[in-house]
């Protein structure tokens, strides 16, 4: 190995903290000139295309990052690397927003202030005068820095044509020399960006390597799309338009002109003429024409829901009979009716169209409908599509009666599901798209409207379950579900002709898939709802020891000490026995008694309760002492404790002993006052000179009496059972905000008879959010709400949550399989049908 690759090596395993050029290189920088340096309108484009295109790609590094951790975290062997990974899961989704915006703010940042990210670039190469200010890179850190060198250096490798193109258009467009290390939208610039807002997440090393791994996946080796957009966007301003690579120009100039023979060549003929039609006139919005036999009333699909065939251009007419003629000519027999070709209805003389002449146009229509991608779905009116393809092709005939009966049902089922709040609009626009293969079952199959049990109707109600809490991002194009239903529905339109086994193929893959979806999401909605429940029965064990100390000491003045052992020692030994046992256990019944007789044990009157107290101090002491070693106490502040009860019920004792001894002699007193006065009555004494002591001696009754006169078995405290009815009662009070409701509310019944229902959460200033009732949390009367993927939406209390019902804060989604409720819709429309129908 040569001296220079030694010298490179070491660089690459040390980095400068602190005296170096590379360290302060990136601060002398932004210092060096403005925190915003004016772009012009070329370079602003350039940044503007950067930044959409890098934000389209993250959020999408992120959702693949959560589903490969939970994956990791579900095959994890040990506790320990489970939790890292479900609390990497956590941070991650926390803090995405965040990232997002640091990580796009960092690249706009850099074509303000470009910036040298180049890996090992910043380092002095004079390493004899910067020895002392070096340090050895951890295993965590030089692990990531491998994999960013290893991404820049594998994009430079690939498209270092596009990042030097690029490079020479900015560096004429900016103040500084622009190469391509310090490309603001470069390689190196971005993984540099990447990494920085990496360094605030908290996270294990294997969920940040899955990260990195992610974002060169799914961002970094598709840069050289972004290399590519932005030189053609800055060609298209007129920026170095003649740089181009010549080995491109070559292969350009070979390939066919676009639009020339070759380009349809492979095009089958249905296919080179039915999506033209649809553009122009079978996706057009408008009513369903009436007057046709079959045809739909228009009353109940909206204006611009509903697909028509017609269209006024002749020539395009005439294009599309062209290419669809050459296979159906002859297919339906105009027989002996002259009449305008079209579609006629029964009756007027022109032949009936067979079913199989019927299905066959239906699955040519079927395969020519372009996908649909818009932010609403529309109807296809099969029998405008119908009426244009006869007139194409001049031939005249009518539907059967129950063929047309068939499409009038299907065109209302599928506008029964266009207007269903249930599913999110991207969700019911896929559905739609079947309408087609599930017309061609009903026509087939005439009892296809009461086989409940058929794996079209399954595979619909599976799709339309699975999608009901699912609420489409701002990336929802790359969301897993959405992803499937449009593989599933594509399938269908590809795959199904006439044999039912394909949808019980793709009912059973996607069975498979909702079944994984659910295990994840049950996963974190069970750490949710623990969570939850575990700080409902805190908060409703503190309510609990709250509401026996409140009951037991209102209007009460009890002694220091005695409040001291309430709140450091009994408080806990109630809270916890609450915890584990709950309040029907014996042992929190036993602590309550004590607590109860500890307060009793000093406000019970002495001298009267001093046997009592003789009884109930032993064992009151000991079941005191136990509490207070439960709680680890030290055994010095069990002795102060003990000890300042003890002398407490000492001064009680001596108290009760004076009263006892002031009382005996009061008693001797008044019978020697009542024999003088017997005496005195005999010798007859004057009643003047007895007044004055006979007047004192009273007084001092009066106030003796209202001691002694106090019962002896007077309730100084409530018994225990009417504390444990307190504690029943104790709950987490009502918002003051919020008025009660009677009992015979609508609203306030409801919420008795929820159970896991499905729910749009309606908020003033934000987006609506579809949430599902996950859990009832009894210990506080509360209703805790979830989404799709089991984290937390909203908790609310009965009250509150009768409000938001009363309010439509709350609005209940319907219950039910999708095509019964649709069926449904259908009966009570159209009454009574020839064809055969079971919901």
Known sequence: MSKDEMERNNNELFVITGGGKGGAARQSNLSG???TRQLSRNVSLVNQKTIQWIQSRVEEVFTQVDDSLFMMAEKAHQQEEQDQLFQAIRVIRVEQSN???????GIEDRFHNPRNDAPGEDVSPDLGSSLKNLSLVNNDDLEQQVAIRSMVSNIRRDHAEAIAALSLRLDTLVSCKIYDENLPLGPAAICSAFAEVLDDVEVSLRARMTLLKKFELHLVNRLGELYEACNQLLIEQGVLPTIEDPLRHRN????????????????PPVAAAMPSQM??????????????????SGSYAPAGHVLTGGGSDPAGASVAASSVAGSNAGTVSEGSYTGVPGLVPAGAGAPAMATPTLLQHLGQFQMSLPAQSGVSGQLINVTEL???HLVENRQSASLHELDSEVIRLVDMLFSFMLEDRNLAEPIKVQLIRMQLPMLKLAVSDKAFFSKSGHPARRLLNELADAAIGWQPGENYLNDPLYREVCTIVEEVLSRYDQDDRVFLRLLESFRAFSMRERKRAEVMERRTIDEAQGTARVEAAKARVAAVYDTLTAERKLPKIVHEWLNRVWSSVLFRACLKEGTDSGVWRQHVLTARDLIWSVVAPMPESSVKMQRLLPGLKKRLEEGAQSLSMSAGDRQRLMGGLEVLYRERQTLGERVESERERRTRERLVQELRREADSVLAIPVVEAVAPEDKGALDTEVLDEVRE????????????????????AAVLAPADLKPLPSDDNHWQQTYHLKDSWFLLRHPEKLPVRCR??????????????????????????LELA??????????????????????YVVGSCGDSKIPIRV
């Open 279 to 296: 553009a122009d006139s079978a996706l057009s919005p408008g009513a369903v024409p009436g007057g046709v036999s079959g045809a739909p």
């Open 252 to 267: 350009r100039s070979n390939a066919p002109a676009a639009g020339g023979p070759a380009s349809g060549a492979n095009v």
């Open 33 to 35: 000139s403005p925190n």
């Open 386 to 388: 119908l009426q244009q």
């Open 99 to 105: 990232l997002i915006d640091g990580f796009c703010d």
């Open 803 to 824: 409000h938001a019902l009363r309010d439509e804060e709350l609005l209940p989604l319907e219950q039910g399989p999708l095509f019964e409720r649709a069926l449904q």
């Open 710 to 729: 106090l019962p002896a078995d007077q309730k100084a405290l409530p018994d225990v059972e009417e504390i444990q009815q307190v504690v029943t009662e």
């Open 773 to 798: 009732l996950a859990a009832i949390i009894r210990e506080l009367d509360q209703f805790m709400f979830v989404n799709r993927q089991g984290a937390k939406v909203g908790v609310y209390s009965r």
